[in-house]
């Protein structure tokens, strides 16, 4: 049976998960795939650092380039994450005829040109499917078995922790600062979460979901994005009454030539199936022209899920050494999409404005609202919020409409001072 070596760069949760991974499973992957998989270096800078699994002290190193310039590795496996100095390390790897695989979705959304770029000039393979849904096969799946489709859509709930805040937000009744410190106590969110719950984590795997689905690189700072930190208790509530869950969504739709994308609050329709999906589970929502509709949905964190992604990779990559045919296999990602990146494009919006407490006030924001040819769906009034109700919140789901005139409208509101303030604009996502 034939040894392919691996070198690992990183010890932290995702590199234990992949080293525990292949200590649980290494006779069933023998057994399955014909190949037996040794880690036999590993980065760890930190060794006094108490880790979740027991690795021969002997393997670690605190030089990257002890295993990158290793003749006997094969395969190099990037779990550090963060855009440097781990872009460079995997570069590096592929120079040097190493096949390559990360769960390193910040390097790979503003770097993976380059490293493609770089597996196919040094006829290796460059692979992550653990870069966007954790555990969730959603990479290699839209890339291999439904590789004939032309898709028009893709949605996502792709960030545990914001997944599990808004999901105890909804159920418990309790408010941001409240479910954070919960989240953070059980592990689910990081002592600085900023990366969740402003979506830049989210905006990341977006950027690779583009070019898969889509053919087209658009950075992450490219991609309009707003995090959960403004998602309130009241928002919930009547998301809830109007038959909606809010969820922090990854969207990007092809339509007339044109990309919209965006990572935003929304509110999905109760009978939706990603409505149900709780807790730290994510799901990937595509719609292909052959296949129709798909929901892939699992664990998209956590040391184990990610690991066994991660590990999966290795595994075809050591398949295809082993019968001499890996450089048969080509990257996944692709650039070569004309299509005009356009932002939110067109969508329906919930809208939650304090307004002046005063006859016709209402009438007179539903004419702002008519004369930026922006059409009511629905509307609630509620009563006064102050002791002298000289305030009153009042809620609107309004017809598709561009951000852009609405944010005009808005604007217009403002300066009549017909709201006090405008309080909540999260899209409405209706199918």
């Given at each position: 049976?034939?040894?392919?070596?691996?070198?690992?760069?990183?010890?932290?949760n995702v590199g234990s998960g992949t080293y525990k991974a292949?200590?649980?499973?290494?006779?069933?992957?023998?057994?399955?795939?014909?190949?037996?998989?040794?880690?036999?270096?590993?980065?760890?800078?930190?060794?006094?650092?108490?880790?979740?699994v027991d690795v021969p002290k002997e393997k670690y190193t605190a030089d990257p380039y002890e295993i990158i310039n290793d003749p006997e590795i094969q395969i190099i496996v990037e779990v550090m994450g963060g855009v440097e100095p781990a872009t460079t390390y995997m570069a590096d790897a592929l120079k040097t005829g190493k096949h390559v695989v990360t769960a390193n979705k910040a390097a790979l959304a503003v770097n993976g040109k380059m490293l493609q770029q770089l597996a196919m000039d040094h006829h290796v393979m460059l692979r992550f499917e653990a870069s966007v849904g954790g555990g969730i096969p959603i990479i290699n799946a839209v890339a291999d078995p439904?590789?004939?489709?032309?898709?028009?859509?893709?949605?996502?709930?792709?960030?545990?922790?914001?997944?599990?805040?808004?999901?105890?937000?909804?159920?418990?009744?309790?408010?941001?600062?409240?479910?954070l410190k919960d989240a953070q106590a059980k592990g689910l969110a990081e002592a600085d979460p900023t990366a969740d719950v402003e979506g830049h984590d989210v905006a990341n795997k977006l950027s690779i979901l583009i070019s898969l689905l889509f053919g087209k690189q658009v950075l992450p700072q490219d991609i309009p994005t707003q995090g959960i930190t403004s998602v309130s208790g009241l928002d919930i509530n009547y998301a809830t009454e109007f038959g909606y869950r809010i969820k922090l969504i990854a969207h990007a739709r092809k339509e007339n030539g044109r990309l919209i994308c965006s990572v935003e609050p929304t509110l999905l329709p109760?009978?939706?199936?990603?409505?149900?999906?709780?807790?730290?589970?994510?799901?990937?929502?595509?719609?292909?022209?052959?296949v129709d509709e798909l929901m892939f949905y699992g664990k998209g964190a956590g040391p184990l899920p990610t690991g066994s992604a991660v590990l999966g990779d290795v595994i075809d990559i050591a398949n295809c050494i082993a019968k001499g045919a890996a450089f048969d296999v080509q990257p996944l990602l692709h650039y070569d999409s004309d299509l005009e990146v356009i932002g939110e494009g067109m969508a329906q919006y919930y809208l939650r404005l304090t307004a002046v407490d005063q006859p016709g006030v209402l009438g007179n924001i539903a004419s702002t609202f008519a004369k930026h040819d922006i059409g009511l769906k629905s509307v609630m009034q509620r009563a006064g919020i102050n002791d002298k109700k000289t305030s009153v919140p009042l809620i609107f789901i309004i017809y598709e409409t561009e951000y852009k005139t609405l944010m005009s409208a808005l604007d217009e509101i403002r300066e009549k001072n017909f709201a006090k303030s405008i309080d909540a604009v999260m899209r409405v996502q209706e199918r």
């Amino acid at each position: 049976m034939k040894t392919v070596k691996v070198g690992l760069l990183g010890i932290g949760n995702v590199g234990s998960g992949t080293y525990k991974a292949l200590e649980m499973n290494s006779a069933a992957i023998e057994k399955s795939a014909g190949v037996h998989l040794e880690i036999v270096r590993i980065l760890n800078r930190r060794p006094e650092a108490k880790r979740a699994v027991d690795v021969p002290k002997e393997k670690y190193t605190a030089d990257p380039y002890e295993i990158i310039n290793d003749p006997e590795i094969q395969i190099i496996v990037e779990v550090m994450g963060g855009v440097e100095p781990a872009t460079t390390y995997m570069a590096d790897a592929l120079k040097t005829g190493k096949h390559v695989v990360t769960a390193n979705k910040a390097a790979l959304a503003v770097n993976g040109k380059m490293l493609q770029q770089l597996a196919m000039d040094h006829h290796v393979m460059l692979r992550f499917e653990a870069s966007v849904g954790g555990g969730i096969p959603i990479i290699n799946a839209v890339a291999d078995p439904l590789v004939s489709n032309q898709y028009d859509e893709v949605l996502g709930i792709l960030n545990g922790t914001t997944n599990y805040i808004l999901t105890k937000m909804t159920e418990n009744g309790a408010d941001y600062a409240e479910v954070l410190k919960d989240a953070q106590a059980k592990g689910l969110a990081e002592a600085d979460p900023t990366a969740d719950v402003e979506g830049h984590d989210v905006a990341n795997k977006l950027s690779i979901l583009i070019s898969l689905l889509f053919g087209k690189q658009v950075l992450p700072q490219d991609i309009p994005t707003q995090g959960i930190t403004s998602v309130s208790g009241l928002d919930i509530n009547y998301a809830t009454e109007f038959g909606y869950r809010i969820k922090l969504i990854a969207h990007a739709r092809k339509e007339n030539g044109r990309l919209i994308c965006s990572v935003e609050p929304t509110l999905l329709p109760l009978s939706h199936p990603m409505a149900a999906v709780s807790n730290e589970f994510n799901a990937v929502f595509v719609r292909g022209n052959a296949v129709d509709e798909l929901m892939f949905y699992g664990k998209g964190a956590g040391p184990l899920p990610t690991g066994s992604a991660v590990l999966g990779d290795v595994i075809d990559i050591a398949n295809c050494i082993a019968k001499g045919a890996a450089f048969d296999v080509q990257p996944l990602l692709h650039y070569d999409s004309d299509l005009e990146v356009i932002g939110e494009g067109m969508a329906q919006y919930y809208l939650r404005l304090t307004a002046v407490d005063q006859p016709g006030v209402l009438g007179n924001i539903a004419s702002t609202f008519a004369k930026h040819d922006i059409g009511l769906k629905s509307v609630m009034q509620r009563a006064g919020i102050n002791d002298k109700k000289t305030s009153v919140p009042l809620i609107f789901i309004i017809y598709e409409t561009e951000y852009k005139t609405l944010m005009s409208a808005l604007d217009e509101i403002r300066e009549k001072n017909f709201a006090k303030s405008i309080d909540a604009v999260m899209r409405v996502q209706e199918r």
